[in-house]
């Protein structure tokens, strides 16, 4: 599938694609030279994230947004051994930028991009809170895994690496998970530049405004270093 979408005043084409094994979008503004990847949460799709692609791609980048495996159209199950190949296929592409929210945030980590932007990323798969409260938040009816859970936390030990030095963007809600809490307290240590938003949760944040802005900021403030 291609179709043209507008995106302040340039031409954006949307396309259908394989990438590291899994079904994608690529969003390619005009006179784009550079690319990003935008990866969803545990629970998620691709289609959940176009708009963090549409955020790149107003950023200049070709963008491409993939289904992580156990998700939406990707045809294998989410397992440790699943993840591990779709990142290293990810690494392989080469891509300049990584946005990633909640587990594809922590794919994104260990991609080595030279720009990168994280959004509620959980620091372990330890998950406090009701059953139903859990159920709604990280959705796991909605992914292909042995069990519920059983492919996250598979995912974590598969994608443990060492933490990213800056700089590194991290967004999360106010009332993000305890996990994701953590996870931004160690970032805010470690020297990344670290925002609560207070107009979403863990899931929607990937659609509120000011989540939307400032990944844009971000990715043209990382191309501007790069090119001075």
Same mark, same amino acid.
């Given at each position: ?18 990438v590291s ?25 691709? =289609?959940?994230?176009?708009?963090? !692609? /549409?955020?790149? @791609?107003?950023?200049?980048? #070709?963008?491409?947004? +993939?289904?992580? &495996? ?74 292909? =895994?042995?069990?519920?859970y059983a !492919? /996250?936390?598979? @995912?974590?030990?598969?994608? #443990?690496?060492?933490? +990213?030095?800056? &700089? ?42 000011e989540a ?17």
């Open positions: 599938m291609t179709a043209g979408i507008a995106q302040e005043g340039t031409s954006i084409v949307l396309k259908r694609a394989v094994g899994a079904p994608a979008y690529v969003l390619e503004p005009e006179g784009s030279q550079k690319s990003a990847v935008v990866l969803h949460g545990y629970g998620g799709t691709k =289609e959940e994230v176009l708009g963090l !692609g /549409l955020a790149a @791609a107003a950023a200049g980048y #070709a963008v491409c947004v +993939p289904d992580l &495996p156990g998700h939406g159209a990707h045809p294998e199950m989410l397992t440790g051994g699943s993840i591990r190949k779709f990142a290293a296929g990810l690494r392989s592409a080469g891509f300049a930028a990584a946005i990633g929210h909640s587990l594809g945030g922590l794919v994104a980590m260990v991609l080595g991009t030279a720009v990168l932007c994280l959004l509620s990323v959980p620091l372990e798969a330890r998950f406090t809170g009701g059953k139903s409260e859990l159920l709604r938040v990280l959705r796991a009816r909605r992914v292909r =895994e042995k069990k519920p !492919g /996250l936390e598979e @995912a974590f030990v598969a994608l #443990a690496a060492p933490w +990213p030095e800056p &700089p590194v963007l991290l967004l999360h809600a106010v009332h993000d998970l305890p996990v994701c809490l953590t996870a931004a307290a160690r970032g805010k240590e470690t020297g990344w530049e670290v925002r609560a938003l207070r107009g979403s949760g863990h899931v929607d944040i990937v659609n509120d405004q939307l802005t400032a990944v844009t900021s971000w990715l043209k403030k990382g191309t501007q270093k790069r090119a001075g």
